[in-house]
């Protein structure tokens, strides 16, 4: 039985009870996660909600329910990595108990706890990670989300390992699955996913053509999914593509749309996000606003426990400054500091001193 | 080889997506007739030109024939409109009227409805036959319309005597559930309450509808207070913040966006986190949607309204709006007035603004954190709670001498609280997960408040005394094992404390499951990875034995040491009651182990 599954029968019952309360315990998941782009903050806040009115009602179930979306919130809506080891290694060792084995969403619980080592420093535990990505793969059933969530955190992890064909291969095994899946929502969901990532490969790889491609699709998937924050993603995509082809009153168009759109979101702009920006102004000659742009990234990451985010923002702040043949000693002070974070420092001290040294491969 | 051919269309298949799919609910078909009917009076007041003309509109409910009628006296139809607006899907008679109006008349022309010449399929909504009875103020004879929802409509000779349009809806059993008085009366005010004609429900003498937007009424503020009462259930608000038109910059220009409306705060709810945030959106009169949650800027999650505003776009179904460039001017213009109306609540009528930020504390707290200017309007006006009721942090800190403790725990906490009671300070229950947050970030932008955290660095209450004067008594503990310190603190009636550092029951459990083998391998890795990270070797996760050296009891093993046997039995039990008040990191088998050292203890105390 996977989670809807249990969930619709959960409800059937407590409809045919007339147990307003445990309706209420089922109506508030898509409340919450109704509000994951316009408001994380208070998407959290219904997932507490729910996870206090399930202890309260004895539901043991549903506590471990809203744990897993209150996970979910912070690792992917609100970017807030501070406290979420304590959380998804509470929920792990939580449904290892005999009263969870059935429980339909431990797969998902223990994708999360590879996915909070992936947020936090993935190098730094890349050879755990990878294991534990590994026996996953053995336990994954034929049918259902499960497929899509683990390929999704093998296409990350290979992203974050720099093993881009790797990530590519895998961003295309997540298309074929959903090509071929027969529930059309689920495959949708998933789609608009795969193609911010493959965005992020072109443009990683200065495939233009391929980025322009990629972000039109998405664009479009974006809008029948209503996935508004991805939806602003494809935009900039496709206003950094305008800009490249020289279609300049295209690209300004399509960044403030993009701009606009985002704007209106609660959600934090992810990394992708800063880095089509910055990568924007950059082809527009424009160094300062490129700069700004991760001004804006540093405020926003800082002290949220993002520490590989943190020490590519300053990486990419040096590399500008050089660029800019501005003073770049305190920033790489700060970039040695945000390094020191990770497990190990040896690979990002290595970068910064391959941008120090203005390599421009960096 | 070049073509230029038409489209075909399958006029069945049309008809049904558009009757049938392109409304989400079924009552909406009620909303287009009385729109109608409302348009078609408003055409004869303003081709008609008569003198005392009073429109008007009647619905009348017939259960055991399964009709409802629909009855206006307006301009009716000709045969001719009848063919090329009635009959034509896509073209409407009131649009083309209102773009005749609009330059010369656009008072006139804001009073149409109609748009997409849509509305009149929806009857099939609800009906499986649709009758429909009409005489023209231009004159020619009465025509009765008929058809059965396929493509096909039969035009003859009607029965009417006077102006105006009948609409009779056989309801089809699908729909039976408007064939109930108060279903039917709920579903007219709700599209209709503000539309200016007045509508009779079954030849009653007063109209259903208000027919007054509340903010025309000759009194605005008490018209708005009623109407919220009986629109929003009984609601009295904190506070109503009326809504008027805005002039919104456009960079290179001002643009007036019109807008009418009121917003209102709710009062808040003790029990419940749930908040709104969301708005009830007319066009032109007409009820388009309501908990519209966009047009709200996010954070403004206690606040709810109701707005008028001819700029918005609904879309071809009217039970939604368009996102489009005037959805955002008017987002703009209400967030504007939305802030404006707060600060200025906040600088004239602050007894008011407490009572919206203390109602809405949970969700205001949670904004706060993520508003540097809102977390300064309220970061000294919202409420916590505290071991001595709600308090703000200035009231906080009057007590505390600059200091905020806190617990975060939901449960178990009773010796934190104990600690902090015992420096007279009560303890902030930061079990919510947002006041922590809020409380960090106070103290990032206040440098001289103090911030400690009472489960975990509870310590920090103790003030360290020379150990040297007790060495006997912590030899003793070494030798059990257990990590002893003395301090200083209040209440000096407790004599011993036991303290665990934050998360120690999480990380002995991640160990205890390590230990049993009960985590698969990989994953087992990976929590491994947190426990080392956290609790890398020290042993913490132990606790420590803290004696007060403010206790006379601690004082007098000292001062006066007992004879070896009963220091022991004493100083068993000043650790293992300690445990247990602690009331943390005990399992099963501690708790036994405990309460057999304590007994053992007791009986070596009493026995002859």
Known sequence: ?362 | VSQRQRFNLHLPGLLKVLAEHLYSSKKVGIRELIQNAHDSCVRRKIEGNEAGYKPRIDISLDIPRRTITIRDNGNGLTADEITNYLATIGRGYTRELREKLALYSPAEAAELIGQFGLGFLSAFLLAGEVTLQTRSLQGGPALRWHSAGDEHYDLTEGERDEAGTTVQLKVKPAASFILNEQTLADTIRTYADFLPTPIHLNEEDEPLNLMVQPWEADDPPAAIQDYIARAFRGTRPLCVLPLHDARVSLGHDFLTVPLNGFLFVPPGSVASVREFGDLSVYIRRMFICERERDLLPPWARFVRGVIDTPLLQPTASREGIHQDENFELVRQAIEEQLGAGLRELARSDPATWKRVVRGHADVIIGWAVSDNEFFERVEDIVTFRTTRGPLSLTEYLELSNGTLYYVTRELGSLQEQLLAEGRDVPAIDASWFSVTPFLEKYAHRHPEVNLVQLDGEAAQLLRPVPESAYAALLDFYKQLGVRARVATFKPAEAPALMLYPQGAELAREAEASLEAGDLPGPLAGLVHEYVEQKFAGSGELRGALYLNAASTLVRRLIDRPPAAEVRAAVLTLLYQMARLFAGRMLSAGDAVEAFRDVTRSLEGLVKP
């Open chain 1, 1 to 362: 039985m996977n989670v809807w599954e249990w969930v619709d029968e959960f409800e059937s019952r407590a409809r045919a009870d007339g147990d307003e309360q445990r309706l209420r315990l089922v109506h508030l998941h898509p409340e919450a996660y109704a509000l994951r782009h316009a408001n994380p903050d208070q998407m959290l806040v219904l997932c507490e909600e729910g996870r206090r009115l399930a202890v309260s009602l004895h539901e043991p179930w549903w506590v471990l329910f809203y744990e897993h979306w209150a996970i979910e919130t912070h690792i992917y809506y609100k970017d807030d990595y501070r406290h979420i080891l304590d959380r998804v290694v509470r929920a792990t060792l939580e449904c290892r108990k005999p009263a969870y084995d059935q429980h339909p969403l431990r797969f998902n619980i223990w994708c999360n706890l590879v996915a909070a080592y992936l947020c936090i420093d993935p190098r730094g535990y890349a050879g755990q990670v990878r294991r534990a990505l590994d026996y996953l793969e053995s336990l994954m059933p034929e049918e259902g989300e499960e497929k899509y969530l683990l390929l999704a955190r093998r296409q990350w992890f290979a992203w974050e390992l720099d093993r881009l064909d790797e990530s590519e291969a895998l961003s295309q095994r997540l298309l074929a699955l959903a090509d071929a899946d027969t529930d059309r929502h689920l495959a949708l969901h998933h789609t608009v996913g795969v193609y911010a990532h493959l965005c992020r490969l072109a443009h990683r790889r200065s495939d233009w053509d391929r980025l322009a491609e990629h972000a039109v699709t998405g664009e479009e998937l974006a809008r029948r999914r209503g996935a508004r924050f991805e939806l602003a993603l494809f935009l900039l995509w496709q206003a950094l593509a305008a800009r490249h082809e020289g279609r300049e009153e295209d690209a300004r168009r399509q960044q403030r749309l993009a701009t606009a759109q985002m704007a209106r979101l609660g959600k934090s702009p992810d990394d992708a996000w800063f880095d089509a920006l910055a990568a924007y102004h950059e082809l527009g000659d424009s160094l300062a606003a490129a700069l700004r742009t991760r001004d804006r990234q540093l405020e926003l990451i800082r002290d949220k426990g993002q520490f590989d985010s943190e020490w590519k923002c300053r990486l990419q702040r040096c590399r500008l400054l050089v660029k800019m043949g501005r003073p770049v000693d305190e920033e790489a002070a700060a970039a040695r500091e945000a390094a020191g974070q990770l497990r190990d420092s040896a690979f990002a001290l290595g970068q910064l001193d391959q941008v120090l040294r203005g390599d421009p491969g960096c």
